[in-house]
């Protein structure tokens, strides 16, 4: 504990009023979108890019509420390789129909609902990968990750606040949408529901996706935050002598310059899924798992050959944290440069036609997510995994 936190801890024992502490996670707020920009920065004068995880927010979030990298706490992208395990298997006697009735939209959502309803797989799943596929993939987000135990390979922000009594609440999409989540969190801080405050909001998402290449709309949905966050800070210095304030996001949004059909390559080749190989393909990545040496070496060539990104190497893969040795997120990763869409995805229909994405290489500048705070952290702040001390620290000052 550092002395200036053990201070803090003293003083709160001889009497103050009760500290708060709010932390807000807006999803997708890009560096490239405030840092030129008045955005709080009178409250929250403290402001630096933070990098992101390698890929999404599967893998983003999860490391900012552990503080561990994917390869520890378990969490990467949503599918991962797993045949003997997956809630599917039972699918696997109906892939004697032709693709026409399995990859047909009905038969998804039968198989969504399922997974959701009668599987345990949770609210947020979806079956993004071809059904004749489905059978050999688990899901990784059973659970709402911002439950207790929710994530699965390490305790989360919220599992320590329990374990040691801190009081808390957390607010996100699951119950309710982003202007809920600001009148509720302002009434529970004026009520003294908690000390500790955690608001995940998520709209901003798919606003970039769609206007990221729009200044004065960005102005306008950022002004839109910051008048109804400052209702939220002012309702904690009402009922706190020092509160703390930290706004910070799990990656950014790159503006799409170009698209590309990576699936034509993998259209009527000798070696077939999934007998040879399997492949699942998102909005800027590409994973792959081999049964045989022609499999892999067709795939490679392939990849090599196209221009709009490159394979990753278990060097990088082990620098980013998320190598698994048991490969079950992909024994080879094809990575999009930035600025570059699959036009065709696993993830997304054809109707997908976003103007930003996200999931490119962390040292893309457009990649890197924020944070603002009333108070400069007294560790240093580098990536978005570095977020869990800092709410660690904030949480026990607010908690004694």
């Not at 994530?151 to 374990?163: E, H, N, V, Y």
């Amino acid at each position: 504990m550092s002395g200036t936190l053990r201070a803090a801890l003293t003083d709160r024992k001889s009497g103050d009023r009760k500290q708060v502490s709010v932390i807000v996670l807006i999803d997708a707020l890009g560096w490239k979108y405030v840092e030129d920009n008045n955005f709080l920065s009178d409250v929250l004068p403290h402001r630096q890019p933070l990098r992101t995880v390698l890929g999404f927010s599967s893998g983003a979030i999860p490391a900012m509420l552990t503080g561990v990298p994917p390869a520890e706490n378990g969490h990467w992208n949503l599918f991962y390789y797993d045949p003997q395990g997956s809630p599917f298997r039972w699918f696997r006697s109906f892939l004697f129909l032709p693709n026409g009735i399995l990859d047909h939209r009905i038969t998804r959502k039968l198989l969504k609902e399922t997974g959701k309803r009668l599987l345990g797989l949770g609210p947020l799943f979806d079956c993004c990968v071809s059904p004749r596929l489905i059978p050999y993939f688990n899901w990784v987000e059973r659970r709402n990750i911002y439950d207790l135990g929710g994530i699965s390979g390490a305790p989360s922000i919220f599992d320590q606040l329990k374990r040691e009594g801190f009081t808390f609440r957390v607010y996100t999409y699951h119950h309710s949408t982003d202007a809920q989540i600001f009148r509720q969190a302002e009434n529970d801080i004026r009520a003294g529901a908690a000390s500790f405050y955690f608001l995940y909001l998520s709209e901003m998402d798919m606003f970039l996706h769609m206007h990221c290449t729009e200044p004065e709309k960005i102005k306008e949905r950022l002004l839109w935050y910051e008048e109804n966050l400052r209702k939220v800070f002012a309702a904690a210095q009402e009922v706190s002598d020092s509160a703390s304030f930290a706004i910070t996001s799990d990656h950014g949004m790159t503006p799409v310059s170009q698209k590309y059909d990576l699936l034509k390559h993998f259209e009527g080749l000798h070696v077939r899924m999934p007998q040879d190989y399997l492949a699942v393909f998102d909005s800027t990545m590409a994973r792959f798992w081999f049964f045989n040496d022609s499999a892999r070496k067709t795939v490679s060539e392939i990849l090599n050959n196209v221009s709009c990104g490159r394979v990753l190497s278990d060097a990088e893969l082990k620098r980013f944290g998320v190598f698994f040795p048991d490969r079950r997120f992909g024994e080879l990763i094809f990575l999009l440069h930035p600025g570059w869409l699959l036009s065709r995805s696993d993830f997304n229909g054809a109707s997908w036609r976003p103007v930003g994405m996200h999931g490119y290489h962390p040292d893309d500048p457009y990649s890197d997510g924020v944070f603002l705070s009333n108070g400069k952290p007294e560790n240093s702040m580098n990536s978005v995994q570095d977020v869990h001390d800092w709410m660690w620290e904030a949480a026990q000052r607010a908690g004694v």
